[in-house]
Each structure stands twice: as structure tokens, then as C-alpha cells.
């Protein structure tokens, strides 16, 4: 479900991504400069489908593991977000960036924890 959930909502991304730009120009011309950052908060939407795997680690009670996932997520935006800025500066678009960027690392040291939980149960 949750991957067919996933490829449902990178479509819609796709078509959001496209569709932004067309709605704020139109309807709210006054924000135009933050269209860039509006299609990186759709991929961070898209990506955050897979938030609901966090919630394997209550049930096989390892919320420690749940923490170290969240604060590697933390560190990841807090560096991210600190190079953009030495690099791009201000622009708004490196607030939604960084933010994917700390998801992404997130669920990869899930995807880690889930695979030894995995190799734990067979054994």
C-alpha cells in the first residue's frame, strides 16, 4: 500500500510541479519569487509517505533506534541548510531542500535498522 500510495503521489508531484508555477502566476502573482520553494515542498510531501514506517520501531520496541533515525535526520537538515546558505545563500528554495535532504537520511538509517531488525528475526 504504501509504495503504490508512493508512486500515486509522484505523480501528482510531477503534475504539481508543472502546475505551481501556472496557479501562482495567475492567482497570486505577488508570491511568485516562492515558487521554487513551493515544488521542493511537494517532493518533501512525496517523500514523506514513508514516514509511517517509524512506527515499526514501537512495535518491535526500539524507540532508542527511532531517536538516533530522527536526531541523524536533525543534524542532516542543520548541516544542509547551513551549506546552502554559505553557498545560495537566502534564496527560499533551501529551506525545502535541506528538510528533503534530512528525510531522505532518515529513511535510509531506517531502512539500515529495519534490515538488521529483519536479519535479528531470522536468525
Known amino acids: 500500500i504504501v509504495l503504490a500510495t508512493f508512486v500515486l503521489n509522484v505523480c501528482i508531484a ?7 508555477p501556472v ?16 515544488q521542493w515542498m511537494v517532493l518533501v510531501g512525496t517523500v514523506s509517505v514513508f514516514s509511517v ?3 515499526v520501531y514501537m512495535v518491535v520496541k526500539r524507540n532508542m533506534d527511532r531517536l538516533v533515525s530522527y536526531v541523524i535526520g ?20 533551501i529551506m525545502p531542500q535541506s528538510i528533503f535532504l534530512a528525510y ?20
Open 14 to 20: 510531477i503534475g504539481a510541479w508543472f502546475f505551481i
Open 23 to 38: 496557479f501562482i502566476e495567475y492567482f497570486l502573482s505577488n508570491y511568485v519569487e516562492g515558487i521554487k520553494a513551493a
Open 53 to 55: 514506517y517509524s512506527n
Open 74 to 93: 536533525m543534524v542532516v537538515w542543520g548541516v544542509s541548510l547551513f551549506i546552502l546558505l554559505k553557498v545560495r545563500g537566502t534564496e527560499l528554495e
Open 104 to 123: 531522505i537520511s532518515m529513511y535510509l538509517v531506517n531502512f539500515f535498522h529495519f534490515r538488521n531488525y529483519m536479519k535479528m528475526e531470522l536468525k
